[in-house]
DNA sequence: TTCGAGTATGACAACGTTATCTCATCGACC
DNA sequence: GGTCGATGAGATAACGTTGTCATACTCGAA
């Protein structure tokens, strides 16, 4: 038993073969009676057509692609997740591309996926979306592209995200707003803009309340479990440390409990701790963390939305993030 | 500018396009010079062979699948990464399907990828690895399958693979080690072939150590971090508690330590808590987990190994795990 | 009645590769 | 010196779709 073409089908629907492409592809001027006819015969054959031969002979791959360099398996899954559900409904494929932004080969391989797939879009995530080179090929190549989250050339490409600034300026608030005064911030890695976004926020947040900054409390990290460590370990070695620090991810939150935990610092109530993402980890460790939810799925989801929607044309999509209090933080006691 | 193509080539080399697809697919009976000519020719127009042609008109489409239902980031995050590496290599492409092993539309769905993308092969992780309507429908089809973990069937395919029963019997092996006597077990998913086969070295290493098998310290759990946290308690609870929890998954150990720390039991003076994976989230609570490494990626990428060097042949691979030890666990204070 | 615009269908070439078949050359062997 | 197998190269037909063009029918307006 081989696969069915759809020669097959066009001869079981007894029409023609261009009548039956008409009818899988919801093209107009198509009669009632022979599209019928036809889904017909594509269901007895169960019939699937050869996305290969669609791809060689028409101008479509119904195949779009992710690149990403980004180390967390939980923004991935969920990015996939979200990316992948859109696909579906619309019967595409997403090709996945890891890649490495510091690889002199990176434009190359982009390249190299490009001509090999023919994709019909590509999605990017942070922290390529911002590379320069990268973005040029793609321009070259005119294939549709939307970013997650860019920090540069903000209306070059289609883009989704979420507002950086306000979300780290709402957790800021909601600690002042606890009592808080000294309030230490660990950053993100420099490669992201978010970073810097998120300081903006901070300093945002604090100026409002009437807060000074005081640059000895925001300590640089890289978004991993190490960095949130090693920041809680200077942070509350300061001669006056912090009575809160707010994590711009998740991992490094983690990292500031586990140094609170070594260092006899009970949470929430010597120290309350923020983070950033809401990933599955801000649920798993205790205490469970107050946190910036970022719908990273929808995210996804929304990227794939606008290229399958508009293709080239230059769409933005703002996303709500929500601020989730777990039990990290507290009121300061004095 | 449009994209070269093969014809492109053989103008600029000066040789056949018969001759320049012998080069591209390594056939023999290629004179060096000739393949020189050609490669060169190649560089310079930058040119990649049409993945949809080459589908198209070869037997092999140069893509696999992954098929997934498993909701951990973590692990489908290693796999992808294991598999993608290999597939680089080979210069493969991956193509990722999550389902639902409860749709009934399960198999056509699989149907339908193989169909329209003409996979040269399949790779799936548990518990998709066990359905055997699935199972048929691959066969049914003619097409290399590699499953990783699987449960039944185990010569049906080829399959990649850890000891989980020697696995568990270590990690238990090394609890009484330290003294304990009385350790619960919670157990993972019943979808899973693993979680019984954990179950089997839990018991085995008891016996050997001639401790009696004590049913009621035992707690079913689904591989979740509720799970573990609801066992801990329920296990906590009773009048003749254990001195040490094993846990069938890191993120029910992340559970145990939650409600450890929410009863006021310290970890690892009261209680001793083990986890099975070594996934990120061992090292990020607190303290960090005792647990059993499994090479996740190393299993993508023995499975994408074994489709590309074998295809249809069976083959089989056991990976090695490792007992890790850190701060979660030790002896008990009597 | 005739014409044109819109609707509905089909024949056939094209897409960029690989597979198959053919042909030519070169040594080695009887 | 002819025959045969191994080697090297090309011409041409697939592969299973979509795009382009041609054709035929229908309906309302000139």
């Known amino acids: 038993m081989t696969r069915a073409t759809i020669k097959d089908v066009s ?32 269901a007895r054959l169960n019939y699937h057509p050869s996305l290969a031969a669609r791809t060689l002979a028409g101008k479509r791959s119904f195949q779009i692609g992710l690149i990403h360099d980004n180390p967390s398996p939980y923004y991935i899954f969920n990015m996939q997740a979200g990316v992948g559900q859109r696909c579906r409904e619309a019967n595409f494929r997403m090709i996945i591309q890891p890649c490495d932004v510091n690889s002199p080969g990176l434009i190359d391989d982009i390249g190299a996926l490009i001509d090999q797939a023919q994709l019909d879009g590509i999605i990017m995530t942070p922290p390529v979306t911002d590379v320069g080179t990268a973005l040029a ?15 540069t050339d903000l209306t070059a490409t289609s883009a989704v995200y979420i507002d950086n600034v306000q979300a780290a300026d709402d957790m800021t608030a909601y ?39 005081d640059a000895s409390l925001v300590f640089p990290g890289q978004f991993d479990f190490q960095s949130g460590s090693a ?11 912090p009575t809160a620090i707010f994590a711009s991810s998740d ?9 609170a935990h070594r260092m006899g610092v009970s949470v929430p109530d010597q120290l309350s701790v923020a983070g950033f993402d809401d990933t ?7 205490p469970s963390l107050t946190t910036v939810r970022q719908p990273i799925r929808d995210l996804g989801y929304a ?13 933005r999509r703002q996303l709500p993030h929500e601020l989730i209090v777990r039990g990290s933080t507290a009121a300061p006691k004095n």
Chains 1, 2 share one sequence.
């Open 11 to 42: 001869r079981v629907a007894g029409v023609s073969i261009k009548t039956v492409s008409r009818v899988l592809n919801k093209e107009r001027y198509v009669s009632d009676e022979m599209r019928q006819k036809v889904e017909e015969a594509v």
């Open 137 to 151: 090929e793609l321009f070259r190549r005119k294939i549709p592209v939307v970013r997650v989250q860019p920090g």
């Open 175 to 213: 600690l002042i707003s606890l009592g808080h005064r000294r309030i230490g911030l660990v950053t993100g890695h420099a490669n992201y803009f978010a970073s810097g976004q998120r300081l903006t926020g901070y300093r945002q947040a604090l100026q409002r309340a009437g807060i000074g900054f």
């Open 231 to 241: 920041a809680a370990e200077a942070l509350l070695a300061l001669d006056d440390p």
């Open 251 to 259: 991992e490094m939150a983690a990292g500031v409990l586990a140094a």
């Open 280 to 286: 599955d980890l801000a649920q798993v460790v205790w």
């Open 303 to 315: 990227a794939a939305d606008l290229l399958l929607e508009f293709g080239e044309r230059i769409e």
